[in-house]
């Protein structure tokens, strides 16, 4: 890896009134629910769960009211203070108007909802010392409390008629039973504390134990109780589809529009990655091509470790050259750690720095089981995505200003569409710079870009109720499968799981390539802005620097900065 760049310290900016606004929203969020000081490496919160009763939910928002009403009260003193105040006030009113609609009693899908949110807490615990291990086994212990507060939670949504859909209930009470089986995460988990004295080992085994019968507590309270009152309807309607695009993009746009503006961009991908196919396999199809390149032994990776080596190797030589030539990279997040993820639920994910940095940011693979092989044609641009100029390097430069942006501006505001959407720019930026010039690079790039422009489509037909775009009928869970698996080449068992995923998450899978949108038209009216003077290393310097934000607010920031 080249030598970083010289880098100009960042002169302190005194802190204001609403950096301390928002410093103390940082402090609440941690109190209410420590899994978030976890993430942030705060260690004092590693031990304990937040309430995940109804009187969790009314403490967080007797919290929000709170804090809009002390950034209404509170006159920005700079720019920065500006952006502050008018994302997280966005933020928080949103969230009010999503709390009036009750929609924290429904709170449950497959991928993001307390049930993963208790079991993903202990991903990021440290484990290197006896007292970390402690803290993990007072964790363990806690998981009980914090599946009965929720289940309690989800039993007042089902006594006032605001219930999830039945899918999703079916499909997260057989993920609560593979987390209770006898080789499910939890002993795993406490295996790896063979050197740890024989007292804490006991209690680790007796707090695994407790939490794997926890969860088996719970699938049976989804199966027994919840699913009789659950909804059979998989759409949430536009009411709530509006509030929870706004949620994911930070900006209000026109959901009709995109879905027209959706159908269009997945034809203009099907018809570049077919494009891109025939050279791969003169006058050949997309599966074609794409059996080619799976059957070429070049392109193959044997091995969890042989993957890992990979993405490192990958991950370290574009921080190296992207460095030299297109971003500022300061030294302290030249580091990024790839690791192979502790749990085998499938998908590729990066996890930020802690704000001292004493954790690096880190690229996570969870490897399904049984999955020993993996296609590099397919992934390059996913490295891309996760690492540099993708993921790490929006989220942990927000942490390098940390003399400038409150903690809140670091590690905790923005929003899918601004996070996904920059690194799907990423991913076409590097073509752009030629790093996915190989037919097959490129070809696993189109891969995924159909596969975000398809989700747009599936998602707003379904939750929307919208015609088919064959005129064919309405979306349906069983057409929104159908229509996945013609736009994307996963197998089965994962095409399955993200239609379960959109179905029960709305809004989240369209703001990656409604994000990507929005930020190419960022950059395209900078340009315009800027004429012949225009610099794009500069404008993402801008644009990065800012930190994490809805979309509407970055848009905002940027044109008050010309």
Same mark, same amino acid.
């Given at each position: 890896m080249t030598d970083p760049q010289p880098q100009t310290p960042e002169a302190a900016r005194p802190a204001t009134p609403i950096d301390r606004i928002a410093e103390d929203w940082v402090d609440t969020l941690v109190e209410l629910d420590p899994t978030v000081g976890t993430r942030l490496g705060r260690a004092g919160s590693n031990a304990r769960f937040g309430d995940y009763s109804p009187s969790g939910l009314d403490a967080r928002a007797d919290a929000e009211r709170h804090t809009l009403a002390a950034l209404a009260a509170a006159a920005p003193v700079d720019e920065v203070d500006e952006v502050t105040r008018r994302d997280l006030s966005e933020q928080l009113a949103l969230r009010r108007e999503q709390a009036e609609l009750g929609l924290g009693l429904r709170d449950l899908n497959v991928i993001v909802s307390p049930v993963q949110a208790i079991r993903n807490a202990f991903d990021l615990m440290p484990r290197g010392s006896e007292a970390d291990w402690a803290a993990v086994a007072t964790r363990l212990h806690g998981v009980a409390g914090a599946l009965a507060g929720y289940r309690r939670?989800?039993?007042?949504?089902?006594?006032?008629?605001?219930?999830p859909a039945l899918r999703q209930v079916r499909e997260v009470a057989a993920q609560a039973e593979r987390?209770?089986? @006898? =080789?499910?995460?939890?002993?795993? !988990?406490?295996?790896? *504390?063979?050197?740890?004295?024989?007292?804490? %080992?006991?209690?680790?085994?007796a707090g695994a134990a407790a939490a794997a019968t926890a969860?088996?507590?719970? @699938? =049976?309270?989804?199966?027994?109780? !919840?699913?009789?009152? *659950?909804?059979?309807?998989?759409?949430?309607? %536009?009411?709530?589809?509006q509030l929870a695009s706004r949620e994911f993009l930070g900006a209000t746009v026109d959901l009709d529009e995109s879905y027209a503006w959706g159908i269009e961009e997945l034809a203009r991908m099907t018809e570049e990655q077919a494009s891109i196919a025939r050279e791969i396999v003169p006058g050949g199809t997309v599966p074609e091509a794409i059996a080619a390149l799976d059957a070429d032994p070049a392109r193959i990776l044997h091995g969890t470790r042989a993957l890992r080596d990979w993405l490192q190797e990958t991950?370290?030589?574009a921080v190296a050259e992207l460095g030299a030539t297109q971003f500022d990279i300061p030294a302290e997040i030249r580091r990024l750690d790839c690791m192979i993820a502790p749990t085998q639920e499938g998908g590729i994910y990066y996890t930020g720095p802690s704000d001292d940095f004493?954790?690096?940011?880190?690229?996570w693979w969870s490897v399904p089981r049984g999955v020993t092989e993996f296609k590099a044609w397919r992934e390059l641009t996913t490295v891309y995505h996760e690492g540099v100029p993708g993921h790490h390097l929006q989220m942990a430069t927000a942490v390098v200003h940390r003399n400038r942006l409150n903690s809140w501006r670091r590690q905790l505001a923005g929003t899918s569409g601004h996070f996904e959407g920059w690194a799907l720019y990423a991913e076409r930026f590097m073509a752009e710079l030629g790093f996915l010039d190989d037919p097959g690079a490129r070809l696993g790039m189109l891969d995924g870009q159909r596969m975000r422009a398809a989700r747009v489509v599936l998602d707003l037909g379904v939750h929307l109720g919208k015609p088919l775009p064959d005129g064919s009928g309405r979306w349906d869970a069983a057409s929104a499968l159908a229509f996945m698996t013609e736009n994307?080449?996963?197998?089965?068992?994962?095409?399955?799981?993200?239609?379960?995923?959109?179905?029960?998450?709305p809004g989240q899978a369209p703001s990656y390539k409604i994000g990507q949108r929005i930020w190419e038209q960022l950059r395209d009216e900078a340009a315009e802005r800027g004429g012949a003077d225009f610099d794009l290393r500069e404008f993402h310097r801008e644009a990065l620097g800012l930190g994490s934000l809805g979309l509407d607010t970055l848009a905002w920031a940027l044109r008050r900065q010309r």
């Open positions: 939670t989800l039993a007042e949504g089902a006594r006032r008629g605001i219930t987390h209770a089986a @006898a =080789d499910g995460f939890f002993p795993g !988990l406490v295996a790896g *504390a063979g050197g740890m004295p024989a007292g804490l %080992r006991a209690e680790l085994a969860y088996a507590g719970l @699938a =049976d309270f989804l199966r027994d109780e !919840l699913a009789p009152a *659950a909804s059979e309807r998989d759409g949430v309607g %536009r009411e709530h589809y991950s370290d030589r004493s954790r690096p940011g880190q690229m994307v080449t996963m197998n089965p068992a994962s095409v399955r799981f993200e239609v379960n995923r959109y179905l029960g998450w």
